[in-house]
C-alpha cells in the first residue's frame, strides 16, 4: 500500500528522494493531518474544514508562488470530493489571489493513480501555481499533468 502511496519516479531535487525515503520506512503518508506537521516544512498558511492550504515545500522550477491545496481527509480521486469541499477551495483559492496580489495563477488537480499524473504524493491535492510574465528571457513553466501516449 505504501508503495501507491509515493510516486519516486516524480521525486525532483533538493533533498525530496531522502525525505521520501525515510516517510516509506515509516509507512504512512505525509499529507495526512497526523503527520503534515511532521514533514511539511512550510507552515499551514490556512485551515478549513476540508482542505490545510500551504506553500511547497518543493516547488516547481521557475515558480515565484507555489501552494498546495491539501484535503485533511485522505482521499485519492476527485469522485470524493464533496459539492462543500469545492466550495471551501475556491474560497481558499479566492484568499491567496487577495493575500499575495497575484496576478495571475496557474490552478490544477490531479487524482488518481500517480504512474498517470507525475505526482508524488496520492492523497489528493490541488495546486496554485504563479511564474513571472512572459518576456524574451522566459520559458514556459512546466507543471506535469500526466504523460503524453507516443504516437509510432
Ligand atoms: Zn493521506
Known amino acids: 500500500m505504501i508503495k501507491k502511496i509515493l510516486n519516486f519516479h516524480h521525486a525532483r531535487a533538493g533533498g525530496q528522494t531522502e525525505k521520501m525515503k525515510k516517510i516509506a520506512s515509516e509507512k504512512i503518508c505525509p499529507f495526512c ?18 482542505w490545510a492550504v500551504t506553500k511547497n515545500d518543493y516547488p516547481y522550477e521557475g515558480s515565484k508562488w507555489h501552494f498546495l491545496f491539501i484535503h485533511r481527509r485522505h482521499i485519492e480521486q476527485a469522485s470524493q470530493i464533496t459539492g462543500p469541499a ?29 504512474d498517470y499524473t507525475g505526482a508524488t504524493v496520492i492523497h489528493l491535492h490541488a495546486h496554485l501555481i504563479v ?11 512546466e507543471a506535469p499533468l500526466g504523460y503524453k501516449i507516443q504516437k509510432k
Open 86 to 114: 469545492f466550495s471551501e477551495l475556491s474560497q481558499h483559492l479566492k484568499y491567496l489571489i487577495k493575500k499575495y496580489k497575484l496576478p495571475a495563477g496557474g490552478f490544477f488537480m490531479r487524482f488518481g493513480d500517480s
Open 33 to 50: 493531518p497526523k503527520y503534515l506537521a511532521k514533514y511539511h516544512d512550510a507552515p499551514i498558511e490556512k485551515k478549513g474544514r476540508y
Open 131 to 141: 511564474g513571472g510574465p512572459r518576456n524574451k528571457k522566459t520559458k514556459p513553466l
